[in-house]
T-cell receptor, first 113, second 115 residues
Framework: DQQVKQNSPSLSVQEGRISILNCDYTNSMFDYFLWYKKYPAEGPTFLISISSIKDKNEDGRFTVFLNKSAKHLSLHIVPSQPGDSAVYFCAASAGGTASKLTFGTGTRLQVTL | DADVTQTPRNRITKTGKRIMLECSQT?????MYWYRQDPGLGLRLIYYSFDVKDINKGEISDGYSVSRQAQAKFSLSLESAIPNQTALYFC??????????????FGPGTRLTVL
């Protein structure tokens, strides 16, 4: 039972354009969401997070949007750069479970010149 | 130097062998985790430890055991490896931040192949 789903395994975007990565979840108890980025041969690194009391969080070129009613979050990268090419994982946590994260399956982003 | 290190980085073994994957961290974090990544399945939590005396099972702990030797060291063992334990294994650490979920810092991973 995949509680966190990233339905697009891959995405290709031109440099300078917007990248939009999507994530859906089924567990209504999830109240904190994170995005991690992973380069080949490296571990995932934290990118940005959002609490369920917010619907948007921004950090530089990265913005995460949360739509609780739709159980959907998205990561926007503007403008996209070649160095953003990586696999992006969304993750979710339910209140009271401390740091037990449930990860999505990942989306491979390729930013082309 | 890397804050979270994993050894070995790659390992090929045979069915039935005992394998230990080691994780060390210099971040001074109390919380440590072991995940495995399989193609199409994302990362799944195997075990986690919130301090040296605290060990908890994750969602896929069967076939695995762990040892928290010190604050900085957390080892994952496969007592009798089987081919479906072939995967990429990640160790992670975190510290409480007051938020619902801590930010976790991952090691570079160990690629394990069981023949």
């Amino acid at each position: 039972d995949q509680q966190v789903k990233q339905n697009s395994p891959s995405l290709s975007v031109q440099e300078g354009r917007i990248s939009i990565l999507n994530c859906d979840y089924t567990n209504s108890m999830f109240d904190y969401f994170l995005w991690y980025k992973k380069y080949p041969a490296e571990g995932p690194t934290f990118l940005i997070s959002i609490s369920s009391i917010k619907d948007k969080n921004e950090d530089g070129r990265f913005t995460v949007f949360l739509n609780k009613s739709a159980k959907h979050l998205s990561l926007h990268i503007v403008p996209s750069q070649p160095g953003d090419s990586a696999v992006y994982f969304c993750a979710a946590s339910a209140g009271g479970t401390a740091s037990k994260l449930t990860f999505g399956t990942g989306t491979r982003l390729q930013v082309t010149l | 130097d890397a804050d979270v290190t994993q050894t070995p980085r790659n390992r090929i073994t045979k069915t039935g062998k005992r394998i230990m994957l080691e994780c060390s961290q210099t971040k001074g974090h109390d919380r440590m985790y072991w995940y495995r990544q399989d193609p199409g399945l994302g990362l799944r939590l195997i075990y986690y430890s919130f301090d040296v005396k605290d060990i908890n099972k994750g969602e896929i702990s069967d076939g695995y055991s762990v040892s928290r030797q010190a604050q900085a060291k957390f080892s994952l063992s496969l007592e009798s490896a089987i081919p479906n334990q072939t995967a990429l294994y990640f160790c992670a650490t975190s510290e409480p931040t007051g938020k619902v979920a801590d930010t976790q810092y991952f090691g570079p991973g160990t690629r394990l192949t069981v023949l």
